[in-house]
């Protein structure tokens, strides 16, 4: 677990989003801010993230999306010269804090990028690798957790009869879904999605949207996305970014129809970015 590892933190005050909301966050992101060296890419923002809902963070290129959803994770601390101020709440405790057991969080917080990027292995051990480093070796076990991944992420019909064939032999697609199944078998609550589905061809792209649609049953999901027709198809909460900045954060459709602020009407119509 986690928490065996941290410190509990200071009373939280994460804000709430515009609109009022219905579930009650996973996250609460206090006062973020994100360096790369002596730039500031993320300017102390606050926002509070809804368990079992999509977020979508949208805004253009540069704007501090991607830095953002890594920083959940940890995964800048892979950066050198990158560093995180302020706090992101989940269970009680500061993601942020020196404390914590990284390892442990990534299974909790897990990630999947823009390009799929299955190991060079079988289906079978993709699913397998992180579950047998994490101490699960009987057999049974497994192929009940590659079974399951695979059904969760939509792909199991497809590959039940090659499971042990490459994993490079699949789509694009497929390879994509396989990673989501392999993030699947840590058994997440948050799922981090960086342009999931930007590099598939349009009925790949379709398949990976209702997937993370029906995942959201179980996990809390933060996807950043260029696509706005994807982020208004299917997420629930949708965050505006410019220059490091939240500029909007609402219900999607809020944002979508009836935006509070003229530089998001700008950005969803087309005019920059
Ligand atoms: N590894 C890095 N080292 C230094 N600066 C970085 C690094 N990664 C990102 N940045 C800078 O931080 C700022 C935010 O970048 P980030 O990649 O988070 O934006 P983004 O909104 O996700 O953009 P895109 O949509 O193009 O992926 C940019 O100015 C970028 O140049």
Known sequence: MVTAFMEKTTENQAVQSNSQSH???????????????????????????????????????????????????????????????????????????????????????????????????????????ALKFAGIKKKSKLDEI??????????????????????????????????????????????LLDEPSSALDPISNAKVEDLIVDLKQEYSIIIVTHNMQQASRISDKTAFFLSGDIIEYDNTEKIFTNPAVKKTEEYISGRFG
Not at 52 to 78: E, V
Not at 97 to 103: F, W
Not at 117 to 126: L, R
Not at 166 to 184: E, F, H, K, P, V
């Open 146 to 191: 590659v079974e399951e991944s695979l059904k969760k992420a939509a792909l199991w019909e497809e590959v039940k009869d090659r499971l042990h064939k490459s994993a490079l032999s699949l789509s694009g697609g497929q390879q994509q879904r396989l990673c989501i199944a392999r993030t699947i078998a840590m058994k997440p609550t948050v799922m």
């Open 23 to 129: 579930k009650e966050p996973i996250l609460r992101v206090n006062n973020l801010e994100i360096f790369y060296g002596e730039k500031r890419a993320v300017n102390g923002i606050s926002m509070d993230i809804e368990k079992k809902s999509i977020t979508a963070l949208i805004g253009p290129s540069g704007c501090g999306k991607s830095t953002f959803l890594r920083s959940i994770n940890r995964m800048n601390d892979l950066i050198p010269g990158a560093r995180a101020e302020g706090e992101i709440i989940y269970e009680d405790l500061n993601i942020l804090s020196e404390q914590i057991n990284v390892v442990a969080l990534r299974k909790e917080i897990g990630m999947v990028f823009q390009k799929p990027n299955p190991f060079p292995k079988s289906i079978y051990e993709n699913i397998t690798h």
